[in-house]
């Protein structure tokens, strides 16, 4: 069973930087595509980027293209989120997954989510 545990969510002011990071286990390292969703109150989640399973393969929701970028280290079993001028719309849960195949469009496993607080 795939296990992910999200962590480095908080409040920052609009301009300042996050980082997130989720760790995953039980699963062969690098076997899964990974991603990260959020979900803002009253909206729908959706998918703000993802990474293949080799690293060679991401993609970037329009509204953070240029601000956030996604990494992956699978000797760390772990993928990380950096993001940079966060802005007040960036408020969310945001959620690690992981699944199949190389854009994690519908993910198999998710974690618990870290909350993101942006204030103007």
């Known amino acids: 069973q795939v296990q992910l545990v999200e962590s480095g969510g908080g409040s920052v002011q609009a301009g300042g930087s996050l980082r997130l990071s989720c760790a995953a286990s039980?699963?062969?390292?690098?076997?899964?595509?990974m991603a990260w969703f959020r979900q803002a109150p009253g909206k729908a989640r959706e998918r703000v980027t993802s990474?293949?399973?080799?690293?060679?393969?991401?993609y970037y929701a329009d509204s953070v293209k240029g601000r956030f970028t996604i990494s992956r280290d699978n000797a760390k079993n772990t993928v990380y989120l950096q993001m940079i001028s966060l802005k007040p719309e960036d408020t969310a849960m945001y959620y690690c997954?992981?699944?199949?195949?190389?854009?994690?469009?519908?993910?198999?496993?998710w974690g618990q989510g870290t909350q993101v607080t942006v204030s103007s």
């Open positions: 039980g699963y062969t390292r690098g076997s899964y595509c």
């Open positions: 990474i293949g399973p080799g690293g060679g393969s991401t």
């Open positions: 997954a992981a699944g199949w195949g190389t854009w994690c469009s519908s993910p198999n496993y």
